[in-house]
């Protein structure tokens, strides 16, 4: 499905690109981290979905929110994140986000209208739902956005919330970022209707499949549901198709996944495209794209360096939290 047609300014175009790259050289990097043991439990790559987060989170103001997934470092970093603080927080350091407490699943921060990710498939549902059902009570504009998945649509949070949703009018984005399998299991094996957008079709939802490599794409269609849930026109459903680049997590080979098709959606790569982007639409020079990635790699290194140097959380701190919240 096309997207629309717009005029895109050069720097909407150079930061839609270093945020892609931002999200590719951080998820690559922890994963090295992970592999030498700095960032324990569970570690969700975000790689080949980059432009999901980054065209839905560029479309948004600063008191819009957003509510998060398992796999939502993407999501942070598009919405500003201080990547400082972020692997700090993965690898459990005091410095980090939430004191190192959350780690990996449950980064949040206001600030940014970040909600928080949730480490409970299709559990950010209802709370965006909360979110935008506060802004409908209040009669503000706010627009929330809702992060879900192939796998998280299946779950019963997601109809029950659209179906309010729809019920009400409230001012939601239901973004399903379908990389076509929930762990393991392939979306054919899991629904009889692959077409996810179409339980918003039934439930009288605005919805729309979009190709989910494709920023510009995402961009277009998540900026015309934010302008229709600003005027009262909501909720609006996306269904952004993508490819996971490996396994669900960084300890799953993902040797199920066919290497035909994966090889297929790499060169779709969202990466390789906004960089496409930016140098035709954009008439950005290679030697000054090349210059952008060089500042992302070395933010990059800043950021490790700043959260391994960082303090581990006081076992006394650790124990008082406990204490506060039994």
């Given at each position: 499905?096309?997207?629309?047609?717009?005029?895109?300014?050069?720097?909407?175009?150079?930061?839609?690109?270093?945020?892609?790259?931002?999200?590719?050289?951080?998820?690559?990097?922890?994963?090295?981290?992970?592999?030498?043991?700095?960032i324990r439990g569970y570690f969700h790559p975000y790689l080949g979905e980059e432009a999901i987060a980054?065209?839905?989170?560029?479309?948004?103001?600063?008191?819009?929110?957003?509510?998060?997934?398992?796999?939502?470092?993407?999501?942070?970093?598009?919405?500003?994140?201080?990547?400082?603080?972020?692997?700090?927080?993965?690898?459990?350091?005091?410095?980090?986000?939430?004191?190192?407490?959350?780690?990996?699943?449950?980064?949040?921060?206001?600030?940014?209208?970040?909600?928080?990710?949730?480490?409970?498939?299709?559990?950010?549902?209802?709370?965006?739902?909360?979110?935008?059902?506060?802004?409908?009570?209040?009669?503000?504009?706010?627009?929330?956005?809702?992060?879900?998945?192939?796998?998280?649509?299946?779950?019963?949070?997601?109809?029950?919330?659209?179906?309010?949703?729809?019920?009400?009018?409230?001012?939601?984005?239901?973004?399903?970022?379908?990389?076509?399998?929930?762990?393991?299991?392939?979306?054919?094996?899991?629904?009889?209707?692959?077409?996810?957008?179409?339980?918003?079709?039934?439930?009288?939802?605005?919805?729309?499949?979009?190709?989910?490599?494709?920023?510009?794409?995402?961009?277009?269609?998540?900026?015309?549901?934010?302008?229709?849930?600003?005027?009262?026109?909501?909720?609006?459903?996306?269904?952004?198709?993508?490819?996971?680049?490996?396994?669900?997590?960084?300890?799953?080979?993902?040797?199920?996944?066919?290497?035909?098709?994966?090889?297929?959606?790499?060169?779709?790569?969202?990466?390789?495209?906004?960089?496409?982007?930016?140098?035709?639409?954009?008439?950005?020079?290679?030697?000054?794209?090349?210059?952008?990635?060089?500042?992302?790699?070395?933010?990059?290194?800043?950021?490790?360096?700043?959260?391994?140097?960082?303090?581990?959380p006081s076992v006394e701190e650790f124990l008082d939290d406990v204490r506060c919240y039994s």
């Open positions: 499905m096309a997207g629309r047609k717009r005029k895109y300014p050069q720097k909407l175009l150079v930061e839609l690109y270093r945020n892609l790259y931002m999200i590719r050289v951080f998820e690559t990097r922890c994963i090295k981290l992970y592999r030498q043991g700095l980054v065209g839905v989170c560029a479309a948004l103001r600063p008191k819009d929110r957003i509510a998060s997934t398992h796999r939502g470092h993407g999501h942070c970093i598009a919405r500003g994140a201080d990547i400082k603080l972020m692997a700090a927080e993965i690898m459990g350091r005091e410095t980090g986000y939430c004191g190192g407490r959350g780690g990996s699943m449950h980064i949040a921060d206001m600030s940014l209208g970040n909600l928080g990710a949730n480490g409970i498939v299709g559990a950010n549902m209802p709370l965006a739902l909360g979110s935008a059902l506060g802004s409908w009570v209040r009669g503000t504009n706010e627009v929330t956005v809702a992060f879900t998945s192939d796998g998280g649509v299946m779950n019963g949070t997601f109809c029950e919330t659209l179906n309010l949703a729809g019920a009400l009018g409230v001012p939601l984005i239901v973004v399903i970022e379908n990389n076509q399998y929930a762990v393991s299991t392939t979306v054919e094996e899991t629904t009889r209707e692959t077409e996810l957008y179409k339980r918003g079709i039934g439930l009288g939802v605005e919805s729309h499949r979009i190709d989910g490599n494709n920023v510009l794409e995402v961009y277009d269609y998540a900026k015309d549901a934010h302008k229709k849930c600003v005027q009262g026109k909501g909720p609006v459903l996306l269904e952004a198709v993508t490819y996971r680049h490996g396994g669900h997590h960084v300890n799953d080979p993902g040797l199920y996944m066919p290497k035909d098709r994966l090889e297929d959606y790499k060169k779709k790569d969202p990466c390789l495209l906004g960089r496409k982007f930016l140098a035709e639409i954009g008439a950005v020079t290679a030697q000054k794209i090349d210059e952008i990635e060089r500042k992302v790699e070395q933010q990059m290194e800043e950021a490790v360096e700043y959260a391994v140097n960082s303090p581990q």
